[in-house]
């Protein structure tokens, strides 16, 4: 949107969540509850975004990252004075859209539609409202018998029929620049809160016989603030259902929603089933057919298509089409997994890439090891690739099979189409069509048992 900068306020420490982290890096669906916002400004198509930060500044900033402008806060004196801190970096001539950090389930659409709201009635403000049946500690919307927006009056300043009032200010706010960057220096922190509160700018706008609008917003999740550690968890709980709705609506299986969290930046492929108690974070891409879970969880993780996934964790990894993965197989950063390979049964593969065909079925480690095609590795068989100093590599050709219970220790190579024996400890690079083999011969002593009971 061409002519409107965004500032958003995100100074606050966030008491009432009684936590080290500032109240807008808690986590919704993956992302912190800013960035959400700050996602939201952008899919409505505007780029000048200002925040406001002050409590933990630098993890902030580190957090949103460097695309947007920051100005401090130094102390938190109210909302006004938190939006007055950007009159330096914002052109005074656009059109000024106000949000908090603390509003993740704010929706482009919304954003807009305000701003079309402001446009077409040439208003000074237009206020972001909703109508609540518990309205609690917000702001109250007072009108005027012609129905306009009057003022707003904070909960704490409030006459009791004024909190009776359910229409409520839900502190997202489009502003002509002049006006609101003219107005603020003239708040005045005279309230029950000795703030100066950006609300304010509504009364004065109206007393000023300026044109102030009142938008409504129709779906009251949208504008809900989080000051609790309660209204997080509520907030999730609304966001993953959204997410899941739109995976349903794009074919996907959710078996269980209320069981199922799913983050927002997480896609799945149509045809894709998403059984019970599934977690799919971050970045994760999965692609169609595939079966995930029960019981999953995949952080960062790429899914070919028609893979299973059952009782497993995987993160930071790449999985082929047609993998079996699971039960209860641990895939750790850096694998990569060719197409149809099977890591079964209390597996762990850690930064190594096995390629299409392998089989890893039980009870194995595999780390920082390339894996060639069609190897079939023998249930225990673990990779030794730590002397406690280095972490070295092991090599498994193409077509090898790797003897159950055999030790690799790394580095070292077996050559393709070579098999080692059934509990070997491999030192030393085993050719390719050879046999590897060692431990020691065994010897059956006659009659032991029998003698050793008299
Ligand atoms: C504010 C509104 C209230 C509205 C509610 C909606 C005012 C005076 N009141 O109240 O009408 O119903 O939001 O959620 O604006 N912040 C700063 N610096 C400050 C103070 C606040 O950056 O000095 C930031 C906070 O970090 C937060 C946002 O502004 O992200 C809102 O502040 P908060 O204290 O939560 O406002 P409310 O009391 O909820
Ligand atoms: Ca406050």
Same mark, same amino acid.
Do not use: W
């Given at each position: 949107m061409g002519g409107v900068a965004a500032i958003v306020m995100a100074a606050g420490k966030g008491t009432?969540?009684?936590?080290?982290?500032?109240?807008?890096?808690?986590? &919704?669906? %993956?992302?912190?509850? /800013?960035?959400? $916002?700050?996602? /939201?400004?952008? @899919? /409505?198509?505007?780029? @000048?975004?200002?925040v406001v930060v002050g409590h933990g500044r630098e993890l902030v900033e580190q957090a949103l990252g460097p695309a947007l402008k920051y100005v401090y806060q130094e102390q938190q004196l109210g909302t006004g004075h938190a939006v007055l801190q950007a009159k330096g970096v914002v052109d005074h001539d656009k059109t000024?859209? &106000?949000?908090? %950090?603390?509003?993740?389930l704010l929706t482009p659409f919304t954003l807009q539609k305000l701003v079309e709201c402001q446009q077409l009635a040439g208003a000074k403000v237009s206020v972001l409202t909703a109508v609540l049946s518990d309205p609690a500690g917000y702001g109250r919307i007072i009108r005027s018998p012609d129905g306009r927006v009057a003022e707003i009056v904070e909960y704490k300043d409030a006459t009791p029929e004024q909190r009776a009032i359910q229409e409520i200010n839900s502190g997202t706010y489009c502003f002509s620049g002049r006006f609101l960057f003219g107005g603020l220096t003239k708040l005045s922190p005279a309230? /029950?809160?000795?703030?100066?509160?950006?609300?304010d700018l509504v009364g004065m706008a109206v007393e000023a016989g300026e044109k102030v609008e009142g938008l409504v917003c129709s779906d009251e999740r949208e504008i809900q603030g989080i000051n609790s550690r309660e209204q997080l968890a509520e907030a999730v709980r609304v966001m993953n259902a959204i997410n899941l709705q739109r995976l349903m609506a794009e074919g996907v299986t959710v078996v269980d929603p209320f069981t199922t969290y799913i983050d927002s930046g997480v896609r799945v492929g149509r045809d894709s089933v998403v059984l019970p108690f599934c977690l799919l974070q971050g970045n994760t891409v999965i692609g169609e057919e595939c079966t995930i879970g029960p019981q999953s969880r995949l952080s960062n993780v790429s899914v070919g298509n028609r893979a299973v996934v059952e009782h497993s964790v995987a993160k930071d990894a790449v999985i082929g089409d047609d993998c079996l993965i699971g039960p209860f197989a641990y895939l750790r950063p850096g694998t990569v997994l060719g197409a !149809? $390979?099977?890591? %079964? @049964?209390? $597996?762990?593969? !850690?930064? =190594?890439?096995?390629?299409?065909? =392998? !089989?890893?079925?039980?009870?194995?480690?595999?780390?920082?090891?390339?894996?060639?095609?069609?190897?079939? $590795?023998?249930? %225990?068989?673990?990779?030794?690739?730590?002397?406690?100093?280095? !972490?070295s590599h092991t090599e498994? #050709?193409?077509?090898?099979?790797? #003897? =159950?219970?055999?030790?690799?220790?790394?580095p070292v190579k077996v050559g393709s189409g070579a098999m080692t024996a059934a509990g070997s400890t491999i030192t030393k690079d085993v050719p390719p069509d050879s046999l590897g083999v060692a431990r020691n011969k065994q010897v059956n002593i006659q009659n032991w048992v029998s003698a050793s009971k008299k």
């Open positions: 009432r969540m009684k936590s080290n982290t500032p109240k807008i890096l808690h986590q &919704v669906c %993956g992302k912190p509850l /800013a960035a959400h $916002v700050v996602q /939201a400004l952008r @899919d /409505a198509g505007i780029d @000048d975004i200002t000024v859209l &106000v949000v908090s %950090g603390d509003t993740p309230n /029950a809160q000795k703030e100066y509160y950006l609300t !149809k $390979v099977k890591i %079964g @049964d209390f $597996v762990e593969i !850690k930064n =190594s890439f096995v390629d299409e065909g =392998s !089989k890893i079925p039980h009870l194995s480690y595999v780390g920082d090891s390339h894996v060639g095609r069609n190897v079939n $590795v023998g249930a %225990g068989t673990i990779t030794c690739n730590y002397d406690g100093k280095t !972490k498994i #050709g193409d077509g090898a099979f790797i #003897g =159950s219970n055999t030790n690799l220790v790394a």
